[in-house]
């Protein structure tokens, strides 16, 4: 909850020990320090203009129009533009119970696989959370990739690394310019950004240098 | 994990005690019982084509992209349509480490309020896999990439090219380990095809060759 920005924990008739003895993860405790415990589900939900069920099961409660997350959002967003929503999740153990059920305007049900449907408690609030979050403003949706190199600077690194294979004598006696090519295209497939273009140019550069300087010294 | 229809798990040095006395959840216990156990990062995602690491950091990272789960589904959806694909999640305390973090193409953050970014596990690997099957019948999943090279061979080439850095004088002395973390990441950022993996790895290896054959000759 604290994760997503959901700050309003409501909690009905809690076991009382565990309600006593609980704690909150990390960076969550005005979450559950602001927690509100009621006696029943509708005083819970009294002041709500829409109230989800969630529930595990596909086909028990065909009463209730049936919703995934990714349909659900959107009527979950318009009503918080007019009112307060409740999203109900039931124990880990039974889930919403029929009386529970019948505070809800409809349900909501995370895609499983048909042979688990059953899910942790703490995971399906994750789960349902991220989906209401995830559509908002989105600041990473502004993450731009790292400039690309220039052309300039991919023809610098495609002849040191011609040259280097000649050098090498990767490249067979009279096909330097195929090999060139070849790596013409190959430097061009790498989609390099400018920081890791200069990074690779030095790189080669250094191996450039010393396979000639190497190869002077040895023919001396 | 099971819930959502991912059954491969692979853990890389799990603390012995707690490992052996893990309990599945209801549902979940062939996940656990098939479960691999690996001694490094680099060994756990040998097959894999795609490696995505996992951070609650908005800025630590700036040399991989960061995408969103949302941003992410398509391209580990086109991954898959080709070869393996591993998600990796760090320690609840620690995360991924920066060595573990230089096995990824790029990185993964579940978008989080400002002043808790940081993630149970359970429920960010819930998030996660939710916002993969979400997405499962979506049309990109088909569009189709030459296979990527698998990260073994990345991590050939990574070997190779580090060589050849300390061969070449390029690696300053004292420096090799962290020359050869800033390779790895480099490496991982061209998001090379097999075939051209295989193109390089040949290039790399010759090139390599001629260095300490040169260096020998020169000695001599």
């Not at 039931?90 to 019948?102: M, V």
Request: some cysteine; glycine content about 6%; charged content about 25%.
């Amino acid at each position: 909850m604290s994760n997503f920005g959901f700050p309003h924990l409501r909690v009905v008739n809690p076991f009382e020990q565990s309600w006593r003895e609980a704690r909150s993860a990390v960076g969550a405790a005005p979450v559950l320090a602001d927690a509100e415990e009621f006696n029943s589900v509708a005083e819970s939900v009294a002041d709500c203009t829409l109230v989800v069920g969630t529930t595990a099961s596909r086909d028990r409660e065909l009463q209730h129009a049936l919703k995934t997350p990714a349909e659900a959002s959107a009527p979950i967003h318009e009503a918080l533009g007019v009112g307060r929503v409740a999203i109900l999740f039931g124990s880990e153990k039974r889930g919403l119970s029929n009386d529970d059920l019948s505070h809800c305007h409809w349900l909501l049900r995370i895609p499983t696989r048909a042979e688990h449907g059953s899910m942790n408690l703490g995971q399906a609030v994750a789960v349902c959370l991220y989906e209401l979050a995830r559509e908002r403003d989105n600041p990473l949706a502004q993450t731009t990739l790292p400039p690309r190199a220039a052309a300039a600077e991919l023809e610098r690194i495609t002849a040191i690394l011609a040259e280097s294979l000649i050098a090498s004598g990767y490249t067979e006696p009279g096909a330097a310019a195929a090999t060139e090519e070849k790596v013409r295209r190959l430097v061009r497939r790498l989609d390099l950004s400018a920081t890791d273009a200069e990074l690779v140019l030095g790189m080669m550069r250094k191996i450039l240098w010393k396979l000639r300087h190497a190869g002077r010294s040895a023919g001396l």
